[in-house]
């Protein structure tokens, strides 16, 4: 019997004050949290480089986007719109799927890039996992997890807690991440990175 798919949503919203003066945003878990069983967790932070602009994180236990049907998206978009003016939703898979690790660091960063046209995908995979690796045993590492976005296997995300960003520029200081990265930023454009402190409540 093959392990269950985790699928770990990240729904980035443009926020309004609305966002941090009513009750919607918690309203918007709470609404997913009862209509999706699969629910497990979720977290949640402003990008510490862009404040108006927030990660909401939700780990579910297999693929929940049949689950959003035409009923529950029209109530979440109702709240979605009085706390943001924009919104965007992707689902992933990462591996490993460990987020009370990363998630639960002080500083998550977060990097979203897509990979270009021809590249082969077996080969990406190991340039992924030979990149992080040295960064789960770095002093000040909470872990490591990348992924693909589901349906759309150019975008890929990749997320790795750190105990600061002190800790994360001293890593990318050393001569194992200048090797390990320089052949991942060959393969991806549109790399995208930020820091979010996740939260919980």
Same mark, same amino acid.
């Given at each position: 019997?093959?392990? +269950?798919?985790?699928?770990? *949503? /990240?729904?980035?919203? !443009?926020? !309004?004050?609305?966002?941090?003066?009513?009750? $919607? /945003?918690?309203?918007?878990?709470?609404?997913?949290?009862?209509?999706?069983?699969?629910?497990?967790?979720?977290?949640? #932070?402003?990008?510490?480089?862009? &404040? #108006?602009?927030?990660?909401?994180?939700? @780990?579910?236990?297999?693929?929940?986007?049949?689950?959003?049907?035409?009923?529950?998206?029209?109530?979440?978009?109702?709240?979605?719109?009085?706390? %943001?003016?924009?919104?965007?939703?992707?689902?992933?898979?990462?591996? &490993?799927?460990? =987020? #009370?690790?990363? /998630?639960?660091?002080?500083?998550?960063?977060?990097?979203?890039? !897509?990979?270009? +046209?021809?590249?082969?995908?077996?080969?990406?995979?190991?340039? @992924?996992?030979?990149?992080?690796?040295? @960064?789960?045993? /770095? =002093?000040? @590492?909470?872990?490591?997890?990348?992924?693909?976005?589901?349906?759309?296997?150019? *975008?890929?995300?990749?997320?790795?807690?750190?105990? %600061? =960003?002190? $800790? $994360?520029?001293?890593? $990318?200081? !050393?001569?194992?991440?200048?090797?390990?990265?320089? =052949?991942?930023?060959?393969?991806? %454009?549109?790399?995208?990175?930020?820091?979010?402190?996740?939260?919980?409540?």
């Amino acid at each position: 019997m093959s392990d +269950p798919i985790h699928v770990t *949503e /990240f729904l980035t919203l !443009t926020s !309004t004050d609305a966002i941090k003066t009513t009750d $919607h /945003f918690r309203e918007l878990v709470d609404i997913i949290r009862k209509e999706i069983p699969t629910f497990q967790s979720y977290h949640w #932070g402003d990008r510490v480089q862009e &404040p #108006g602009i927030r990660q909401l994180i939700i @780990c579910f236990g297999d693929d929940p986007r049949d689950k959003y049907t035409p009923a529950l998206l029209k109530s979440l978009d109702d709240k979605l719109n009085l706390i %943001s003016t924009s919104y965007e939703r992707k689902f992933f898979v990462l591996n &490993p799927f460990l =987020p #009370g690790k990363y /998630f639960s660091a002080p500083y998550t960063e977060v990097i979203f890039a !897509t990979t270009k +046209p021809d590249i082969n995908l077996e080969e990406f995979n190991k340039v @992924c996992n030979a990149s992080l690796r040295p @960064c789960d045993v /770095f =002093p000040g @590492c909470y872990g490591t997890s990348w992924g693909y976005y589901i349906g759309k296997g150019e *975008e890929i995300v990749m997320v790795l807690g750190w105990e %600061s =960003p002190e $800790h $994360h520029q001293a890593f $990318h200081k !050393t001569d194992i991440c200048k090797t390990t990265t320089a =052949p991942f930023l060959e393969m991806v %454009s549109d790399a995208k990175w930020f820091y979010i402190q996740a939260r919980e409540d």
